[in-house]
């Protein structure tokens, strides 16, 4: 069964420094996609940034990257220069390589301060 | 382009009622999905549609039925509504064939059942 999970429930983090959140995830498929979802208290759903498995360099999106190491099964999201449009609730996610399904963990609400 | 239009935005039921959530893409996506998000934690699959003509059960399908009209429309229907059921509940939809293709979201719904 795959899972994912997300142990930092909430983060603070001032303006314009760098955070990074943590992901950890299991699966026994040996393709496999992560993702990060961004969602602001408006409540949609936003699409950051994606890692296959197979893939060997870090991807990067603008300030975001994914930390992604495979052998310990963890794809951290990095945000960069944050800013307070950042605040809103981040979500680790990964799909599996012959369905679309996503699996989602629990979250983290990343706080920006002034 | 819309993306996914999901209706209605907003609904109170009462126990027992019963209602059908509509939710359409014009991207020409092969899937299409339903989540339901309870407070402080991740989006749970419901159930899934891999491409028209077929649907599947996710992680928390009791209570609950699909209808995949055609390629654009996937419906939710939940026949019995129970207050277990109060949720924002999300539909989304992606192509399959490559694992990089991430999902889009719709605006959500949310449910109140008293």
């Known amino acids: 069964a795959q ?21 950890t995830y299991d699966t026994s498929d040996q ?43 963890s794809a951290n999201l990095v945000i960069s220069a944050s800013q307070l449009g950042d605040s809103a609730m981040y979500f680790c996610a990964m799909r599996g390589w012959n369905t679309g399904k996503l699996i989602f963990g629990q979250g983290t609400t990343l706080q920006v301060k002034p | ?13 009462k126990t027992g009622q019963s209602m059908t959530l509509q939710c359409a893409q014009d991207m020409n996506h092969n899937s299409m999905y339903w989540y339901r998000q309870d407070p402080g ?21 009791n209570g609950y039925n699909v209808s995949r009209l055609n390629k654009r429309e996937f419906s939710l229907r939940l026949e019995s509504a129970a207050p ?18 991430e999902q889009y979201f719709g605006p959500g719904t949310r449910l109140t059942v008293t």
């Open chain 2, 1 to 13: 382009n819309a993306g996914v239009t999901q209706t209605p935005k907003f609904q109170v039921l």
């Open chain 1, 31 to 73: 393709s496999y996609g992560l993702f990060w979802y961004k969602q602001p208290s408006s409540g949609e759903m936003i699409f950051l940034i994606y890692q296959g498995s197979y893939d060997e360099q870090n991807a990067t999106e603008g300030r975001y990257s994914l930390n992604f190491q495979k052998a310990r099964k």
């Open chain 1, 3 to 23: 899972k994912i999970t997300q142990t930092q429930p909430g983060m603070f983090v001032q303006e314009k420094e760098a955070v990074t959140l943590d992901c």
């Open chain 2, 84 to 101: 277990s059921q109060t949720s924002v509940y999300f539909c989304a939809s992606s192509s399959l064939g490559d694992m990089a293709y």
């Open chain 2, 41 to 61: 934690m991740g989006l749970r699959l419901i159930y899934y549609s891999a491409s028209e003509g077929t649907t599947d059960k996710g992680e928390v399908p």
